[in-house]
Structures are given as C-alpha cells and as structure tokens.
C-alpha cells in the first residue's frame, strides 16, 4: 500500500560535501581559541606577550591574559612609557611610536573594560647608511636593534626609568626593551 515503505536504500549513493570556507574558518578559530586557552593555563601572568610571525614579519600582542579579572600592567607599562600624544583610535584610546625606517612600530591602546593592549610589529630589514636599525627574525623570537641618530629618536619618545635609560622586562620574561641616547634594543623569545 505505503510504496514509500518499499523503498530500497541499498541504491542510494551517499554524497560527501567539503568543507565550506566559513566551516574551515569556524575549525581554525576552535584551534587558535583551544590554543590561546592552553597558553593561558601555563603562564601564571596577568598579562600576557605573544609573537605571532605572518609575511615574514613578527607581531608582538601584549595584552590582558583574562577577561574580566586580572591585571594587564605590562601592557599599561609600556602605554604609559611612550611619551608621544594620545591620539583616537578604533581600539580606544592610544599611543604610536614607528622608527624612521618602518622596521618597529609600536601601539598601545586603552580599551576600556577590556584592558591595554599592545602590539609591536617588527618588519626584516636594515636602513642607514651606517645600518642605525637592523632587525633579525629567527622564531620564535624577534630582536630589533638602533644605534645612532634612530636609538636617540626612539628614546626621546619614551619615558626613562632611570636617568639616560629606559628598561622594560614582562611578568613572563619574554619581552625586554632596553634604551639609552646611543642604543634601542627590542628581544622577544618564547
């Protein structure tokens, strides 16, 4: 009576799609989320410093390790060192310091509830003529160096944590600034 009853599924081809782009997209943010969920577990800092390598150059994000709770002091360290104006940013508002030759450029902003975050783009390179700024990349660390006219320039954008000198080291110990009039260094290693 019910033909639909009869039918023989032993016929039937199953048919397997691939992924769509937004499905691989939801897959890899799981991944980066578990990720950035398990560094949080290992790192007893408030505040954390992550270097995330793309196009040959390094990003360098300090930023509040915990929604909500916790301290995010590296981060509002490093805003508050930087004697450059504020300016209005998306984020909130911020700070900039980029080197005459584009190899640092350092934010920092302000967002609110969420905290201070910064992040320190460091591009591969050299310039001048005597190489003032240089950088090397080998993950999974960055160093940045300047001497000359461009460590001088860069000191005068911070403030000095003793006379002629600006030093800087993360709850974590993987990001230290160190500045004088002659010399600019910037090291992150993992």
């Known amino acids: ?21 937004s499905q691989k997209v939801f897959k890899l943010f799981g991944v980066v989320l578990i990720g ?3 560094m949080r577990v290992t790192s007893s800092a ?6 995330f390598p793309f196009g040959g150059q390094v990003q360098i994000t300090v930023y509040k390790g915990t929604l909500g709770q916790g301290d995010d002091r590296d981060a509002r360290i490093l805003m508050d060192a930087m004697n450059v104006p504020l300016q209005t940013s998306p984020l909130g508002p911020g700070k900039a310091i980029v080197d005459s030759s584009k190899l640092l450029n350092w ?3 302000d967002r609110g509830q ?11 390179g050299q310039s001048g003529s005597d ?5 090397q990349i080998s993950p999974p660390g960055v160093t940045y160096m300047a001497s000359g006219e461009e460590a001088l320039a860069l000191f005068e954008m911070l403030v000095p944590t003793a ?23 910037l090291v992150y290693r993992e």
């Open 36 to 38: 950035l969920v398990s």
């Open 163 to 185: 006379p002629g000198v600006f030093e800087f080291m993360n709850q974590e110990q993987t990001l230290k600034i160190s500045a004088t009039p002659e010399k600019f260094e």
């Open 114 to 124: 969420a905290g201070y975050h910064c992040a320190l783009l460091v591009r591969p």
């Open 107 to 109: 934010t920092c902003a």
């Open 131 to 135: 190489l003032q700024s240089r950088t």
């Open 46 to 51: 408030d505040t954390l410093a992550r270097g």
């Open 1 to 21: 009576m019910n033909q639909l009853a009869s039918v023989d599924h032993s016929q039937q081809r199953h048919h397997f799609r691939t992924p769509s782009i």
